[in-house]
């Protein structure tokens, strides 16, 4: 027992200690940056509501309106989403950490859906429990506290700038209220064409449920003041709590899909055309245990290993592999191996070096090379983007350049396509260039090998 | 008109097919007009009136519905049943609007206990109702009379239906007549008898079949509907408030208009249009499934067998999914321990919800939601433990091993919430203890403690089988709930601080943990109320329930902090610390390594550690040997999905070729093991 009472004390001074870290970090955001004051403003104004509709909610034991404070609850959790966003643009990656913290924003999007989620549960609990001893529900003050929680909702939903939820909310599937309010507001606008630029753009989920707990708190109230039952009340809180739990499902999916380390579902297709493409180049003779995955929101990391021919060099190999692959992959690393090394390599070891790299002296272009290894890392971001990547041929003065004429493809092919199949690769591929005037001894080299 | 007879005589088929329908339309018929006397003309209108149509697609919507999410969950097609589900939802709400939102709900409980409605509990409206709607789903059984045969079979039907009614309601008539001796006079019973019979079975058919071969079927559905509800609802508003003559005609009516009425007639409109326009757009494509394509380029579709094959195939599929389920739930001895118990669990739970249902307990039935909640965490381990075993896919590379961290993370969170509530739910009454009668939950405590005692043994078992690989320190004793406890949590303390020896992770399997805490936070709750019955029905301390609770709910979460932590840190993809650093030592003593770049160091699961570095070489080093040297040096540092970049000089000088920057941080020198993070 001495045992479990040391074990629980030190338990609890880490949470202390985790909780004293988590204020003074808070404390330095709010110092530094102005956005996090305006978050902590909203997330007083939040709080103060939902103790509001807490009290509420004890004078008058409405089911529905506990659902709906339930809602106010996870907006915290949305306030508390977008400080963490807040402190991870300002860590950097360290050795505790070597992805970067963007992991956290991933993770405290899933825990506040789950949260949500699991709250529900808890909303159903309530609501069975009461399906047999029913309280007396009046309708006075709900469809008044339904409007201030829907405002206070929307006030939160809109005026934090939250980028994690944004990204969320706009590459997760839509979820079925989603899909039913713009099935109905298509066949609206197809009757009304005025309101087409209000309805037709996809609808903040976020905005839409709050906007349907309210109603169903409205009605219920409607409801109560008719009939007098606590029936009533009881409904319309299963509705709203089934309404949260299928709004947040698909955006939980989402973030779990990241967290299980997996392929983001719509890269996969630009991802292939890309590996098929870096098959094809000279020397490579298999791609194997390709992992791509996401750690941030947006970040692609990524491993592979390239099987080569024994002949091949790998540096250059590893150069056009990199190079097919940068736009969609930034963090990439690339394994290059050959079958039976050491038998290939005792006979050749003289002379591979100096046949493939005759014009790479190790001395001269270290300075380049060195500017290049602390190049600035948000050129990575611009890759994702996809939009512009600098052309090879524009930059041909390089020493390097030389050697590799049979394999020089611009790096900027026009941005994958996920619709068009596979087919289509071949078709894309622009035709090979014509070989550049070159030393007479690395095109004999370079032909032999070809060919 | 036509001529039912003119094909001669009667096949033995067809006898029996006349004879069946006409067994159908009487049953259809009866239980009609019995609802229209329970539950009023407007009510049994929305219900039964609507051609067949809007019952037979409401039903198959939602059995599609069932369907799609069992068998497939594509997208395409639960888009293309979209409207279908939602104006199955519009007939849901409009049958359940009429159902509870109508007024004689208060009526209903004052009660005149003349109808025959009383013997169910039922108010007349309610029992009306269910009745019309059996009849309309009685009718949309029907096939639709399509061929000259078929009406003629109709036609015959009514006739043989006509016929098994007779004796019947001849034999009623004398008998009433012998009892009661009614004053009316029989010829306006008669002639009333055959406006009604000429209206409802002749001049109704034929008039229906007229206008849908002027205005073709689907209209009609669309117009007939539309024209025979909103005159209803005219009628009884006209019913509902008499004025003038008709009030002293009309009784005042019990079947008066309500909200909840015009609510479903609204919803039943609704309804209406969109099955509707969904069967006029595209009859037949909504079951017709793609195959593939042809050789001009032209997708192909099957035509699907109807709701039928799909319930059919969706029934197979299930079927090949629970029994495949099993064999790979069994196929593990943890997810074999954690089945057994959610079915121990299960049934006590079933037990408990059955005996406080019967006995009006609300105690007995929040601990039964307890511990169905408890099923669900199980649920969630099961289903994770299952799927941690699945091999990689295209979209999952690594595996599905990381589902049971997320599995452990969400158990951890589940409990804290359930600690959250019960801490709030204890600080209330601790202000104002209620009184609590405690007899009938100590037995269901008692056997609540014994089930989750079984749960805690077949855990710890797993758990010292799992995790004695790697502490061999750490005594184990299985025999008591609470050294198990602090066993458990020795165990994930003892890995935060012994980084002796490279890795020393005694949970490998977080899911488990989750479950384990799980039960152990449940065995806590039984206790708990064991203790606090004892201290109120002795010595009369109200408050030791608040406080009892109030200590478990603290020690719930101080018990779940450190899986919590452990699951953050692994799903954060933090870098296992010594084991890292290890690794660049490793890695920058292998002979011509110049230095380390883009580090990546992770824990996938608990005891898979990932490594991907970049090592940049010295120019006349031999790539494949530093390959093999460094896999190695990564391998014996504990990493074992690895991948290292060897890079050299030349590497930059492509790469600034081709115009690419190279990005990189984390640099890692040999001489200071200085983490240099670039700044932007």
Redo the contacts between chains.
Sequence with gaps: ?L??LH??R???S??VAFVRELAVQLAMLQAEEKRAKRILAVGGLLLISVCLLTVWGHLNPSMTLGAFTCLLLFDLCYIGVALVSLWVERR????????G?E??EV?AVF?SL??AI??V??VL?EC??RA??PPDVTPSGLALGGLVGLVVHLVAVYSVENPAYNHVIDAS?SSWLQ??VT??SESLCHHVPGLSKLLLPRLNPLALLGVSSAMCLFLASC?LD????S?ADI?MAVLAAFVVVVTMAPMAAYC?KI???????HL?GQLDKALGEAATLDGVLELR?????L?GFGQL?G???VRVRRDA????V???V??RL?HLV??L??????DD??RG?QPS?SWV?PRF?PF?P?AA??A??AS?????????SSFLAGSS????S???T????AN?PDLLLP?SFAPPNPFTSHAGVSFMLPPPPPPPPMPPSTSSSTFHQRY | MHKPLSSGVLSRTRFSRVLARGLLGCLTDGLWLLGLSLCGPLRCILLYEHEDLLVLSAVRSLCCKSTTTVATSS?GAS?AS??AR?GGAFFVGAVLALL??DHD??AAAVGDQAGPASVLGLADHKLGLIIVLCAALLTSLKPPAVSADDKSIAALSTCSSATMLLPVSLWQAAFSETVESADTASSHVLAALAFVVFIVFALDRSVSAACSAQIGSASLNRVAFLLVSSSGLLLSLVWSRPTGRLSSIVPPSEHRLS?GCLAAFLLMQACALVFSASGAQRPSARNASFIGYSAGGLPLYTSGGGSAALLSRARHDAMRLARDGLRQVLAEPNSRSIFYFLLLNLAFTGVELAYGLWT?S?GL??DG??ML?DC?ALVMGLCASVLGRWSPT?????G?N??EV?SG??NA??LM?IAA?VLISALSRLLHPPAISSERLLPVSICGLLVNLFGLLSFSHAHSHGGGSATKSKPHHPDSA?TC??DA??HS?SHSHSHTHSHSHAHNDANMRGVFLHVMADTLGSVGVIISSFLVSWFGFYIADPVCSLFISL?IL??V??LL?DT?SV?????P?PE??DALQRLLAISGVMRC??????R?TNDTLCA???L?VA??A????I?TAATAALKTSGFHT??????????????????????????VTRDSLM?Q????
């Design positions: 027992i045992a479990l074990e629980l030190d338990a609890y880490n949470v950097q990656r360290c050795l505790a950490y070597t992805f913290y992991r956290f993770l825990a789950m949260l699991l709250g549960f808890f609990k069975v429990e047999f001893e599937t899909e039913h099935d109905i409801l008719a009939y007098q039952s029936l409904t779990g967290l299980l380390q997996s392929t983001p579902a996969v245990k390709e992992r791509t995955w750690t990391n491993c592979l290993q060099s790998e540096q250059l590893l150069a056009h990199t190079n940068a930034p963090g690393t690339v394994q290059v191996y050959k090394w050491s390599l070891a070096a790299n790479a190790p272009p270290s380049a090379a290049h290894a602390v190049a600035p890392a948000s050129s990575a990547s600098p052309h090879p524009a930059a041909s390089a020493v390097s350049e590799l790096a | 997208a888009s979209l409207p939602r509870f939102l709900s208060a909200g009006n609300l039935l929040s939601f307890h909640f669900s295209r979209s999952f590379p690594f599905f990381r589902v997320l993370f969400v969170m589940f919430i509530f609470s406890s602090s949590k020795s303390h020690l101080l018990s902090m450190p932590k953050v799903l954060a993809l933090s870098s610390m890292a650093e770049r883009n580090c990546r160091f992770w996938h991907c570095v970049h940049v120019t006349d031999g790539e494949q040997r390959l690895t991948a290292v970049q060897i890079e050299k000089e030349a590497f930059f000088q492509h790469m600034s070729g081709m115009g690419n920057t190279v990005p990189s941080d984390l640099e983490v993070v670039c700044t932007v």
